[in-house]
């Protein structure tokens, strides 16, 4: 049996000094039908210089390198996904790492159960830790790790984001159709797991400790960026909220509308715009009192704990 080609898509912007390291996870794995588009979004180091050498010296390998003007990770994507090859589909930030094993794990399980989505467990690591020494970036749970389908796969990614970048490897005919929205520069991941969720209704985890992957964080990572991912965040949620309200797919979208709506709300509360958050929850607060108390309650603490801070800061 041949084995499926995997297309490996590695944006990167000014990551230099992390990327080869990010290459040679590429190059560790022990599944073998693989080909590595590596897109530069106008990178200022020297990137190219580093990438070049790299191939350069694995020439016998399947790395393909692209410079392109600076346009955003999400342009970057879509330019990846544009020239690959590929049954199936990793994407790959240029700071982070895959297990040796993970393709091989992931394609195996894609071709045994005919699904589209499979996911691993993300491990997040300090850059600065030269043990590498695993941490709990986010509260369990934050992130899944099992299989989740239909209604608690919506209402779960709508809560947030439930996948890292990396974690997946997914059908490249699904992602084809389904390309990042070029506007997004913050939380782009979360609204395609969220588009593919409302589409491919079941994401399987591989609950196999040899697949992993590996979130890098350092004083750049984009996770660390928390006004950035705060404005991602309100954008995301208007467009699940337009998505929902057009959309037949989404069963019971009304619970999960509503669901996306109350966690803006308080979002906004905590971190961006304190009086639309607190209208759209006082008129909720008054058209049921007794249903809406926790909610109201819940913003009242957010609102506390953001004029404490602003005070003591």
Not at 110 to 120: E, G, M, Q, T, Y
Request: hydrophobic fraction near 40%; aromatic fraction near 10%; glycine fraction near 4%.
């Amino acid at each position: 049996m041949i084995k499926p080609l995997v297309s490996i898509i590695i944006p990167t912007y000014n990551y230099a000094h992390l990327i080869t390291e990010t290459l040679e996870s590429v190059l560790n794995q022990t599944y073998d039908n693989w080909e590595c588009i590596v897109i530069d979004d106008g990178s200022t180091d020297n990137t190219e210089e580093v990438i070049e050498d790299f191939i350069k010296h694995h020439s016998t390998y399947s790395f393909i390198y692209i410079k392109k003007v600076n346009e955003g990770t999400s342009v970057a994507k879509n330019t990846g996904i544009s020239l690959a090859a590929g049954k199936y589909i990793q994407f790959l930030d240029a700071d982070d790492l895959i297990s040796p094993e993970k393709l091989a794990i992931q394609v195996k399980l894609l071709l045994d159960i005919n699904c589209s989505l499979v996911f691993s467990k993300s491990v997040y690591f300090n850059s600065n830790d030269s043990l590498r020494l695993p941490f709990q970036k986010w509260p369990k749970g934050f992130l899944i790790e099992e299989s989740i389908e239909g209604y608690q796969l919506m209402k779960k990614i709508i809560t947030n984001n439930i996948l890292t970048i990396s974690s997946p490897l997914v059908s490249a005919e699904f992602i084809k159709q389904n390309h990042f929205v070029v506007s997004l520069r913050n939380n782009e991941d979360w609204l395609f797991w969220f588009n593919a969720a409302l589409k491919l209704e079941k994401f399987v985890f591989d609950h196999n400790e040899h697949s992993v992957t590996y979130i890098r964080l350092h004083d750049v990572s984009a996770v660390n960026n928390k006004a950035k991912m705060f404005q991602g965040e309100v954008i995301v949620r208007n467009i699940i909220n337009q998505i929902l309200e057009e959309n037949n797919l989404a069963k019971d979208k009304i619970a999960l509308a509503k669901l996306n709506l109350d966690l803006l709300a308080l979002h906004q509360i905590r971190s961006s715009n304190v009086s639309a958050g607190m209208k759209y929850i006082l008129s909720s607060f008054v058209k049921n009192p007794s249903g809406e108390f926790k909610l109201f309650t819940k913003a009242l603490f957010k609102l506390g704990v953001r004029v404490y801070k602003s005070v003591i800061s």
